[in-house]
């Protein structure tokens, strides 16, 4: 093994001194310690053989009983050593790996500044560079400075998955403190070095993202600390501010939100494909940044995700929805959390009751829907908490009475009508309250509210009240004009013609100013578009106008894409997710250059 690919550093080293060499120094992978039993591993040898410094032993997968066709993730060393010298020790493994450097040489190692008299070792094997039928063992240090000898109890091999050790809620707030400091770092470092045999949330210091606690996580939380990385708060501007940085946005249409009987209680990327569309990749989301969107909204749909009884939320469901809303905030990109599909008392298609926690916007269900809100907001607010102001919030998608006469087209005068906005009113301070309730970043965070059925029309806008709260932006849904954008009824129409049939748009949005924005209150449309009548060009200057004008107003607006392109249904697609490429090229150049001077 050569000792110039070693450059690993662990230990409770003081960050302020040695931070710089760590950084300039750091390999792919790690090895670190483990307090689990190598018992863990799917394949162990048992050795009891001396390895003295300088020396190796040389080993193959297949004395472990390993197959051909078993992977090797990690290999896990127990040693026990002499430590009554208190001469620091530096374990290593290594493989022959051709084409990863001038050596083609793999290698790995810990170096202990405080060892004990037995531990484990994990390395961790390069993904890249998988490990071959023979590999090595090695002792490295220097003459007279560093332990001479180590024995070697038993060997270890993991094949199979990786243990998932969850998700970050805030990045090296290892303590789960909510805030991250020197306390994190030392209790890091102290598990690391086996002084502890537990974190309060280990997720949150895998700062490398490879599922693993390790020496280059604990250089990163120091060099972050030291930074002052971590926590980042939400800012003081103020809503109205806050809207200019949103360019145009983007929906994940009909996937997290996909909902029906026959799914409601299947793994997670399953109940995200069953309307059709595929798992959701960080490829899609970049394909999404690249077309010219800065906002992805997510439309999630809970309630067949939790359990019946405690409205608990499945921890696998959370975790993909995490998954997803971190492929748009890494990508330094707004982000949009919602309750999407969890508004009915029936399935739509089967009209079989539902049979999981839901909300309806009438006196006669309040209790429960307010139950219901409350559940999802506060077990969403509380795993999000750490991010900042790129993740927005929005309490219900389109809450309306399905089914009733008044669904779509509110009557002031029906008493039905009345208490429904009522109840959505309630419904969203109720979520606003447990959203806040969370404190941390989510103190400050800004929240979207929509009006009954998320409509612009003056009756649904009359009918709203919101919260006093500075952080807040109404929410309308404005598929504008109707026979053009979204009618499939039989009137719609193919064209468009600005001077005779953009008066609607220009109408709706001045109701807005007079509602909201007068008030200091912004809006963002998050759901707009118009259906491919195989009529691009026409469509292009549609979204020309529809974006100017909003643009006009100071409104951000959100396409929905639900990937569908062709057929009798709603045709919103416009990023083709299997082939990662904008369909109607022409349409979205019209898009980008109407916002070129937002964001």
Request: hydrophobic letters at 40%.
């Amino acid at each position: 093994m050569n000792s110039k690919a070693l450059c690993r550093i662990s230990g409770t080293v003081t960050a302020a001194l040695l931070l710089a060499a760590q950084m300039s120094a750091l390999p792919a992978n790690g090895a670190s310690l483990t307090s689990k039993p190598i018992s863990a591993c799917n394949f162990t040898a048992e050795l009891n053989q001396e390895l003295t410094r300088g020396d190796g032993i040389e080993l193959t997968v297949g004395q472990f009983g390993a197959g051909v066709t078993d992977v090797v993730k990690e290999v896990w060393v127990e040693y026990e050593a002499d430590v009554s010298s208190g001469k620091p020790t530096m374990p290593a493994f290594g493989y022959t790996a051709p084409g990863l450097n001038e050596y083609d040489w793999y290698s790995d190692g810990n170096w202990m500044d405080n060892p004990t008299s037995s531990f484990t070792v994990t390395f961790a094997v390069d993904p890249d560079y998988p490990i071959p039928a023979k590999f090595s063992l090695q002792l490295w240090g220097e003459e007279e400075k560093t332990l001479d000898t180590l024995t070697v109890k038993t060997v270890g091999l993991v094949t199979g998955e990786l243990d998932d050790i969850g998700m970050a809620t805030r990045k090296g707030d290892v303590d789960d403190s909510k805030e991250v400091n020197v306390a994190d770092a030392v209790a890091l470092a102290k598990y690391l070095t086996c002084e502890s045999d537990t974190l309060a949330n280990p997720a949150n210091g895998d700062l490398d993202g490879n599922n693993r606690l390790n020496a280059i996580d604990l250089t990163l939380l120091k060099q972050g600390i030291l930074n002052g990385d971590f926590n980042k708060q939400s800012t003081d501007e103020t809503a109205m501010e806050f809207v200019k940085h949103i360019k145009l946005g983007w929906n994940l249409g009909n996937t997290l939100d996909a909902q029906s009987p026959g799914w409601a209680k299947t793994v997670p990327t399953e109940a995200e494909t069953s309307w059709g569309n595929p798992v959701t990749s960080k490829a899609m989301i970049d394909a999404v940044k690249a077309a010219g969107f800065n906002l992805v909204r997510v439309p999630v749909s809970w309630g067949a995700k939790m359990n019946n009884d405690t409205y608990k939320i499945n921890d696998d469901w959370m975790n993909r929805v995490q998954e997803i809303v971190n492929y748009a905030i890494d990508n330094d990109m707004y982000c949009i959390l919602n309750i999407h599909h969890d508004n009915s008392k029936e399935d739509e298609k089967t009209h079989v009751p539902t049979s999981f926690p839901y909300f309806y916007p009438d006196s006669a269900h309040y209790e429960q829907s307010e139950k219901f809100v409350k559940a999802v907001w506060s077990q969403v607010a509380e795993r999000f908490e750490g991010y900042d102001n790129h993740l927005i919030f929005e309490t219900l998608n389109e809450p309306r009475l399905i089914g009733h006469t008044n669904e779509w087209w509110i009557n002031p005068s029906n008493p039905d009508c009345v208490d429904a906005m009522d109840c959505v009113n309630k419904l969203n301070a109720a979520a606003l309250k447990s959203i806040r309730e969370t404190g941390g970043n989510n103190a400050k965070r800004f929240v979207m509210m929509p009006t009954y059925a998320a409509s612009p029309d003056t009756a649904n806008l009359n009918g709203m009240s919101m919260p006093a709260d500075d952080h807040l932006i109404a929410e309308i849904h404005a598929y504008r004009p109707y026979a053009f954008a979204l009618a499939n009824d039989g009137t719609q129409v193919d064209t468009f013609d600005a001077a005779k049939d953009g008066g609607e748009v220009v109408s709706f949005m001045n109701a807005l100013k007079g509602k909201f924005l007068n008030n200091g209150i912004p809006v963002i449309i998050d759901e707009f578009g118009a259906m491919n009548r195989n009529n691009e060009a026409e469509r292009a200057e549609w979204a020309k106008f529809y974006l100017e004008t909003a643009d006009s107003f100071g409104i951000p607006c959100v396409w929905w894409d639900n990937n569908a392109f062709d057929g009798s249904g709603e045709n919103f697609g416009l990023i083709n997710r299997g082939t990662l490429s904008v369909q109607y090229p022409s349409l979205m150049q019209a898009m980008v250059e109407a916002t070129k001077n937002r964001g």
